[in-house]
């Protein structure tokens, strides 16, 4: 038997893993090295790979940075353009490199792959991906290299996905292809139960329901982009979360209720820098708001923990991160007397802190210890959001790290 066909039907009986290499994994060149060293390993181990890689760590910033010297608010569609070359450098020197050690290997742009979004320029979602040319190279042997964050709308402009974006790649990619796992490499060992620079005695997870896990990522745990988890949900993914710079088994992302308890906290996410916008309803309308938040909406403003309390008049509160607030304060002006608001007050430097569990948190008991403890450490609550999954306070973040210690403390995450 020719020795061509012997390999296409060994990698065809062997397992396919997409693995996904973050900014910092991929910082240096000799961090991209040391990933083509392990990848060659795996590959002469026996491992079908796809690899996906992220813009080299601080180069998204600088192509971002590099626009606003041509215009503060540059056109959605040429921002995507500029800041998706970051990814093409990274696909192009890890194919080198594994080149370089005698293992095929093929760089692909979002487009080449051909990844199929919608026209949402920088927070366009994946609606397709094409698998045909992905798997011809799989079948000969060949690594494909796949810039991560990026595909093409209809009209064959280039999109990217929002910032952490890769992750998603990643993840549709596994589902197309059917993958074994979805493996997210990054500079931590797994998914911890908080930020451990925070809370030294945070501990890793060996596992986290697909729900907790979205909800830490969409209140701030950085380990993996929210619309991955969802992604990886929807199609049935398995996802990993492990350490490029050490060995290890990681977090795994699985299904709710098979390694956890329902109604315990299993983790504490953090969102720092945001702001606290508020203001009279002075003519009750919700017509009239929806105005306001679609605007702000369409101007790629998120806000968050919206309330509304009624006194003499409504009072509407939302955070938003505080690198939004000139923007959200002029837009407010420009609409006050349309909407027929109050005044606007504003607090900045504050910080959301979220517990996160596996249903049944919306308990009084669970509150209750919450208040408690905030209390003895005299930390007021500006904003406080629940759900059956997960309790969100906003609180000033001169206290981010003593609230986040005693709750770590409180309700026993050092011993999970």
Not at 166 to 191: H, P, R, Y
Not at 267 to 296: H, P, T, W
Not at 379 to 388: T, W, Y
Request: with cysteine; aromatic share 6%; proline share 3%.
């Amino acid at each position: 038997m020719p020795e061509e066909q012997k390999l296409s039907q060994s990698l065809c009986k062997s397992k396919l893993y997409v693995k996904k290499f973050g900014g910092t994994s991929v910082g240096s060149i000799e961090r991209i090295e040391a990933l083509a060293e392990r990848i060659a390993k795996a590959y002469q181990a026996g491992e079908r790979q796809v690899i996906v890689c992220s813009a080299m760590a601080g180069e998204t910033n600088r192509l971002i940075a590099l626009g606003g010297q041509v215009t503060a608010y540059g056109d959605p569609r040429e921002m995507d353009m500029l800041i998706s070359t970051g990814e093409q450098i990274s696909i192009a020197l890890m194919a080198m490199a594994l080149q370089k050690r005698g293992i095929p290997a093929r760089s692909l742009t979002g487009d080449q792959v051909q990844i199929h979004t919608n026209s949402q320029f920088g927070r366009a979602a994946i609606e397709q991906v094409d698998t045909d040319y992905l798997e011809q190279l799989l079948e000969q042997g060949i690594i494909p290299v796949v810039a991560g964050f990026q595909g093409r709308n209809p009209n064959g402009d280039v999109t990217t996905l929002g910032r952490g974006g890769s992750d998603t790649t990643a993840v549709a990619l596994a589902a197309a292809l059917s993958a074994d796992e979805c493996q997210i490499f990054t500079d931590v060992t797994g998914v911890f139960t908080t930020d451990p620079n925070l809370e030294p005695a945070a501990k890793r997870l060996d596992s986290i329901s697909f729900s907790s896990m979205f909800e830490m990522a969409r209140l701030g745990a950085k380990v993996l982009h929210p619309d991955s988890v969802a992604y990886a949900e929807k199609y049935r993914v398995p996802l990993r979360v492990l350490s490029s710079f050490e060995d290890g088994e990681g977090t795994l992302i699985c299904f709710d209720g098979q390694y956890h308890q329902a109604g315990k906290v299993v983790g504490i996410a953090v969102s720092a820098d945001l702001a606290m916008v508020s203001f009279d309803e002075l003519d009750e309308s919700s017509d009239r708001l929806a105005v306001l938040f679609k605007r702000l909406a369409e101007m790629g403003i998120e806000t968050d923990l919206l309330s509304k309390t009624r006194s003499s008049a409504s009072t509407v509160s939302f955070t938003i991160a505080q690198s939004w607030l000139e923007r959200v304060l002029a837009e407010l002006d420009s609409v006050s007397q349309t909407l027929n608001i109050g005044p606007v007050y504003f607090e900045q430097d504050l910080v959301r802190v979220s517990l996160v569990g596996n249903n049944n948190l919306a308990k009084t008991e669970v509150a209750a210890k919450v208040f408690d403890v905030l209390g003895k450490h005299g930390i007021h609550v500006k904003l406080v959001s629940s759900s059956a999954i997960k309790l969100a306070l906003v609180i000033p973040q001169n206290h981010l790290r003593s609230a986040v210690c005693a709750l770590h403390h409180a309700f026993e995450l050092n011993e999970l």
